[in-house]
């Protein structure tokens, strides 16, 4: 008899020129690129496979793909389990940091490198390779298995909601894994029960018809003062957000979901030499941890500035206009229209009336019930595929933000994370990757999940 593992060996190294295909279609939905291909590609990935396809497209934005594949005779046919993916990437900027082609898959050292491996797409295949490995066994397929997998995930998810109420009957399943997770620095194995929502702002001031000579800043104010002066305003030296009501609608963590997040590893000095930081932990000024921040306590970023002259040399202008991006990670219990009201009543309170805000997106944060009996399904599962020297570490939710409260309001379901990803998969960033080695353990994690929810 075959071992389960030996199967997916073979199906994975079946599959490997099928995946490096899907990983070279350039599906950015930012800019629309290779959507429609990539959706006819995922189709007929589901149906190689051996699903019954939808695609769904009649509500506005990138198609939401349906995949369905019934319990075998053997399984289960009253549990179904929701696989939750989408096809579209990040934009592969900036082009010279990457040290191989984007969209070329490229293997080194054990190693593979393209835009959009970890973030989104090795994530579907690992799922789809513990499918056909369990099909091709003497059980069959455990459960009933669903797929959701959109193409608007990296621009915000404006659409799903709508084909989520919709088709809330199409994708009704007991239990979801999302889309995303992996190793720590500490090759523990994390997953997520939830994940933070996201306000993000465009904020811009004018302050004069045309650039002026800077010599007239005697006399006159310029937008770029303005906007960092408003920007400023909304949070303290030591990393506190000044809006006032910003932190009142958080719902406080359970004592459990404290205990979750006390018991997780954190290594400050593996964190700040991953990233290569120049500067001490934010956290080093505030009540909380590193941990608890991640988990249960909101942000406010800057994440771009533009006014003026930033060319080589010098001209010395002061600029008659200034933009920035600006989120805002919010936790369960906020909501990003009240952060957009409280950011712009605290705006006009501070004399900075001319300051345009507007909200360009907005999720609401969800996090499971740590309590429901499907965390330990998938933690038990994780242990068996990645065996007893691989610490397993539950988090309450991911400090990143995506779609998951629409599937709570319209499905109303326990959402964990699972996937492939490492440390260094560096997620939107050039050089994206992930391990073969994980690859293979996050199918086989597949497989031993599925196996174990058909019980």
Sequence with gaps: MVKLEEKLQHVIDERMDEFFDYLRLDSVSTQ???????????????????????????????????????????????????????????????????????????????????????????????????????????????????????????????????????????????????????????????????????????????????????????????????????????????????????????????????????????????????????????????????????????????CGFISGYTGPGSKTVLPRAASAKLDCRIVPGQDPEKIHELIRAHLDKHGFEEVKLDLIKGQKAFRSDLTNGFVDVVVDSAQKAYGEQTEIVLSPNNAGTGPMYNFDKYLNLPVLSSGCGWANSRAHAPNESVRLKDFFEGSAHMAYLLQAFGK
């Excluded at 620095?185 to 994940?195: L, M, R």
């Excluded at 593996?270 to 934010?282: D, F």
């Design 32 to 302: 629309d690129r290779k959507i429609p291909e990539t959706v006819q590609y995922v189709k007929q990935m589901l149906e190689k496979t051996g699903g019954e396809v939808q695609v769904l497209d009649d509500l506005g934005g990138n198609p939401v793909v349906y995949g369905y594949f019934p319990a075998g005779d053997k399984g289960n046919s009253e549990k179904t389990l929701l696989f939750y993916n989408h096809y579209d990437v990040q934009p592969e900027d900036p082009i010279d940091e990457w040290d191989s082609e984007p969209f070329v898959p490229t293997v080194r050292e054990g190693i593979l490198y393209c835009r959009g491996v970890a973030d989104n797409k090795a994530n579907l295949m690992v799922r789809l390779n513990a499918i056909e490995a369990l099909l091709d066994s003497e059980e069959g397929l455990p459960c009933n298995v669903k797929f959701l997998i959109e193409g608007e995930e990296e621009n915000g998810s404006p659409s799903l909601g709508a084909y989520l109420e919709k088709y809330a009957d199409l994708f009704k399943s007991d239990a979801c894994i999302w889309e995303f997770g992996g190793k720590d620095e500490e090759e523990n194995y994390v997953i997520e029960a939830g994940i933070k929502g996201m306000a993000y702002f465009d904020l811009s001031v004018e302050s004069a018809d045309v650039d002026i000579h800077s010599s007239i800043g005697a006399v006159v104010d310029n937008a770029a003062w303005r906007l960092t002066q408003a920007l400023a305003s909304m949070r303290t030296a030591d990393n506190q957000v000044l809006v006032e009501g910003f932190y009142d609608d958080i719902t406080p963590p359970t004592d459990f979901e404290k205990e979750v997040v006390a018991r997780k590893p954190f290594d400050a000095e593996k964190t700040q030499a991953l990233y290569g930081l120049k500067h001490p932990l934010i956290t080093k000024d505030l009540d909380w941890t590193p941990n608890e921040a991640l988990a249960f306590y909101p942000t406010m970023t800057i």
